[in-house]
């Protein structure tokens, strides 16, 4: 028989903010794959282990884990070559019948590496299920005190890093900026520009031990790969 792939959301940072289901299956998966960048942190790992020692009654020596190296590029060869070695690995176990828990950050619906993996995975005719997590914009706005929208104010997910960023900043509506690194400088000049700057703030590796918030975005003097911008014309009181 064989086994089942799981993409499991771990929420933006906070161990309390992973939900049941992800606990159940952390349980009940004896191979647990964890995304690793360019960088040596694996921050997905950190969380875990936190989990674990605080809330969740598991031993990590039970469990086999594997790295899926995600390279942080936008070149779609380099790309393409990871998401098939992140394939291979995983179905070696799924043809074996052992379930897999894959883990990302936030929710594996919004900009997951697992996503890549996941398709080529239910091609080969594997059972998947997607486990949705808290998303890190939505806790950005809860570390922020603020709604991401109200009424019928619409919201759009802009990635920083789009050739036509700055048409998609003038959509009417609530925006959030995600992977804002090494681009701060010129979103900023974008939002002043346009007069939006007032209403701009951001987080930095929300939930996490590191987490800094800054209401005013126009105060932040740099940021890092795991911060989320939120854009607000104005507050309803």
Known sequence: MKGKLFCIGLGPGDPEL????????????????????????????GILRTALDRFVDVERESKEILTAYVPMTRDETVLAGAHEENRKAVEKHLAEGRNVAFFVLGCPT????????QKRIAA?????????????????AAALKTA?????????IIPAKRDDFEALIDVPG?????????RLPEIKAVLREKGLIDGASMVERCGLPEEKVYP????????????VILVKKGERI
């Open 174 to 182: 609530n925006k959030v900026i995600m992977k804002p690194a090494d």
């Open 18 to 45: 992973i939900t049941l289901k992800a606990v159940r299956l952390m349980k009940e998966c004896p191979v647990w794959v964890v995304p690793q960048g360019h960088s040596d942190k694996l921050t997905a790992q």
């Open 148 to 156: 991401l929208c109200e009424k019928e104010e619409p919201l759009f």
């Open 110 to 117: 919004v900009y997951a590496s697992s996503a890549y993996v």
């Open 124 to 140: 080969d005719g594997y059972e998947t299920e997607t486990v949705p997590g808290i998303t890190s914009f939505s806790a950005t």
């Open 216 to 227: 005013k975005l126009a105060a932040a003097a740099d940021n890092s790969y795991f911060s």
